[in-house]
Structures are given as C-alpha cells and as structure tokens.
C-alpha cells in the first residue's frame, strides 16, 4: 500500500533552514507528480509546491516562492523540500501528498502523518 513519511522538522529561529524529507513506498514513486501540502491547527489545508515526476517542473504558492526549493530521488524514492528564511508564519504541520489535483490540497489521495515546523525565536 502506500507509505508517506515525512522527517526533518523541528524547531528553527526565523530567518533559519530546514530541510524536509518525505520517504515514499507501496507505489511507482518516479511516475508520480508529488506536492508538500502545510496546515495550521485549527486551519484548513495549505498548499505549498508540487513537483513533476522527473523533477523538472516545480511549482510554488505565493508565499513560499523564493524560500522553499522541493526536489527528489527517484532513485531513493524521497521527496524533498529545503526551506529557507522561514518565517513565523510558516509555523505547520507539513505533509507530502500524492494524487492531487492542481493546486487544490483537499483533493490529494494520500497524504503522509506529517511533520510539524515550528518557527520562533
């Protein structure tokens, strides 16, 4: 079956990196486009980058344009997002998503178990 799972998050000063992972199994991992979806307690879904199969093609919201970089290996099946300059507004739950449509995060098929990014000084 299909497996998400995120690592990587922590709690960083604003201004401060990290850098996500997200291993995938249970499925063809370099057919698949990939997006890193992000939500706030109490918020709904966020949508925040997607990445083509081959990792040719990214795409960014708005607010995260700039500062987050997605990658992957398909040879280690692992998607990546490196943040940088975060903000105290990028303070989520972020996940790796797989099956959605566009830019709408509420149609993602699966989605991993998360890993929280907390950005305070």
């Known amino acids: 079956q299909v497996q998400l799972v995120e690592s990587g998050g922590g709690l960083v000063q604003p201004g401060g990196s990290l850098r996500l992972s997200c291993a995938a199994s249970?499925?063809?991992?370099?057919?698949?486009?990939m997006t890193w979806v992000r939500q706030v307690p109490g918020k709904g879904l966020e949508w925040v980058s997607r990445?083509?199969?081959?990792?040719?093609?990214?795409y960014y919201a708005d607010s995260v344009k700039g500062r987050f970089t997605a990658s992957r290996d398909n040879v280690q099946n692992t998607l990546y997002l490196q943040m940088n300059s975060l903000e105290p507004g990028d303070t989520a739950g972020y996940y790796c998503?797989?099956?959605?449509?566009?830019?709408?995060?509420?149609?993602?098929?699966?989605r991993g178990q998360g890993t929280q990014v907390t950005v305070s000084s």
């Open positions: 249970g499925f063809p991992f370099s057919r698949y486009p």
């Open positions: 990445i083509s199969s081959n990792g040719g093609s990214t």
């Open positions: 998503a797989k099956s959605c449509e566009g830019t709408n995060p509420a149609t993602c098929g699966y």
